[in-house]
T-cell receptor, first 115, second 110 residues
Framework: DAGITQSPRHKVTETGTPVTLRCHQT?????MYWYRQDPGHGLRLIHY???????DKGEVSDGYSVSRSKTEDFLLTLESATSSQTSVYFC??????????????FGSGTRLTVV | SQQGEEDPQALSIQEGENATMNCSYK?????LQWYRQNSGRGLVHLIL?????REKHSGRLRVTLDTSKKSSSLLITASRAADTASYFC??????????FGKGMKLTVNP
């Protein structure tokens, strides 16, 4: 998707290992988000960022941490991966806050399997 | 927790027919958005309707919003096989966060 890339696209990891997913944008958007998508649950917000070093928790933040040291990069870390974190992870960006009525642009996703 | 709930959860139609998808939500909103997701891909923003709007059009898409009933509908006219995808409604309230429904699957048969 234009302006936003996620890496890796696929990853298999073992239970208990740390995993970091990367989201990179070239749009200079202020807001960045991490969602996970699971069958029967739709998309659920994990963490989001409203600026460099400014992050906050979403709906399902337990077991995850994030960092944003540059405008263009938003990292999601699974500190000790568990099988329940097997999912498809999506990064999204938006230009303005809710009152600005802007849509999100999504990355192509990272499929993570924890074995 | 999900804010929007799409209905029906799955819809199968023939090419050329119209497809209508409904979304209900629970709390007050600033806007409601519809997204499409093709298999194995990220979500793509389709259309946004603000809380003070009742209807909006974009190409073959028509979205309505009834804030008194806390509901929205997405109509795709003259559907094509390429419209086969999952569709999500999402609501945006006072914060910048979008809250998504679980999605519904549309199949358009050629």
């Amino acid at each position: 998707d234009a302006g936003i890339t996620q890496s890796p696209r696929h990853k298999v990891t073992e239970t208990g290992t740390p995993v970091t997913l990367r989201c990179h944008q070239t749009e200079n958007h202020r807001y960045m988000y991490w969602y996970r998508q699971d069958p029967g649950h739709g998309l659920r917000l994990i963490h989001y960022s409203y600026g460099v070093k400014d992050t906050d928790k979403g709906e399902v933040s337990d077991g995850y941490s994030v960092s944003r040291s540059k405008t263009e990069d938003f990292l999601l870390t699974l500190e000790s991966a568990t099988s329940s974190q097997t999912s498809v992870y999506f990064c999204a960006i938006s230009e303005r806050a809710g009152n600005g009525n802007y849509g999100y642009t999504f990355g192509s996703g990272t499929r993570l399997t924890v074995v | 927790s999900q804010q929007g709930e799409e209905d029906p959860q799955a819809l199968s139609i023939q090419e050329g027919e119209n497809a209508t998808m409904n979304c209900s939500y629970k709390t007050s909103i600033n806007n409601l958005q519809w997204y499409r997701q093709n298999s194995g891909r990220g979500l793509v923003h389709l259309i946004l309707i603000r809380s003070n709007e009742r209807e909006k059009h974009s190409g073959r898409l028509r979205v309505t919003l009834d804030t008194s009933k806390k509901s929205s509908s997405l109509l795709i006219t003259a559907s094509r096989a390429a419209d086969t995808a999952s569709y999500f409604c999402a609501t945006q309230g006072g914060s910048e966060k979008l809250v998504f429904g679980k999605g519904m699957k549309l199949t358009v048969n050629p």
